[in-house]
T-cell receptor, first 117, second 110 residues
């Protein structure tokens, strides 16, 4: 089974509206971390937000928030007040803390987000 | 900007050649990981270095090798290049719950 699943086709959102990007994950490790990254066409991978498996609160960073539903194994990214510069690929990734490589990230296939003016 | 730098930015090689990619980690980070990102895919973990030792490896053949130096910068070496090695190579330096990526090296194998 895939460890990180991002199944949405290309997403479109109107400028200034909110959008949710879906991510589900699969792990038997009780300690893990979930990350979201943005990758514009330039290729750089930009860190957006992190959620630890033991965190009680959903993570927030400015316009980004993570809707963490542990029982459902989902970690959806919510972007509020979309901007044209938000158009990019978005990747969900997981770090499992009890593997040998303590910083190894497993990525999903990504979601393309296009913001319309 | 993350403080993670990579060189070169772009590289073109022919099949069978060898290549070395370089990464300087963010200040204070002692762990460097390398990823390969094929076109249209998510990054795939190659290996990780922690305090100059390999500390985990993904499903990549031995012709992918690396080094980490005392200043925590790192190299990725690929021998006997194949066409499928064409990809964006990303390095990431990590500390605590941060993992910051460099801008990547785009390798084209002809």
């Amino acid at each position: 089974a895939q460890k990180i699943t991002q199944t949405q086709p290309g997403m479109f959102v109107q400028e200034k509206e909110a959008v949710t990007l879906d991510c589900t994950y699969d792990t038997s490790d009780p300690s893990y971390g979930l990350f979201w990254y943005k990758q514009p066409s330039s290729g750089e991978m930009i860190f957006l937000i992190y959620q630890g498996s033991y965190d009680q609160q959903n993570a927030t960073e400015g316009r980004y928030s993570l809707n963490f539903q542990k029982a459902r194994k989902s970690a959806n990214l919510v972007i509020s007040a979309s901007q044209l510069g938000d158009s990019a690929m978005y990747f969900c990734a997981m770090r499992e803390d009890n593997t040998g490589a303590n910083s190894k990230l497993t990525f999903g296939k990504g979601i393309t987000l296009s913001v319309r003016p | 900007e993350t403080g993670v730098t990579q060189s070169p930015t772009h590289l073109i090689k022919t099949r069978g050649q060898q290549v070395t990619l370089r990464c300087s980690s963010q200040s204070g980070h002692n762990t460097v990981s390398w990823y390969q990102q094929a076109l249209g895919q998510g990054p795939q973990f190659i290996f990780q270095y922690y305090r100059e030792e390999e500390n985990g490896r993904g499903n990549f053949p031995p012709r992918f090798s690396g080094l980490q130096f005392p200043n925590y910068s790192s190299e990725l070496n690929v021998n006997a290049l194949e066409l499928d090695d064409s990809a964006l190579y990303l390095c990431a330096s990590s500390g605590n719950n941060e993992q910051f990526f460099g801008p990547g090296t785009r390798l084209t194998v002809l």
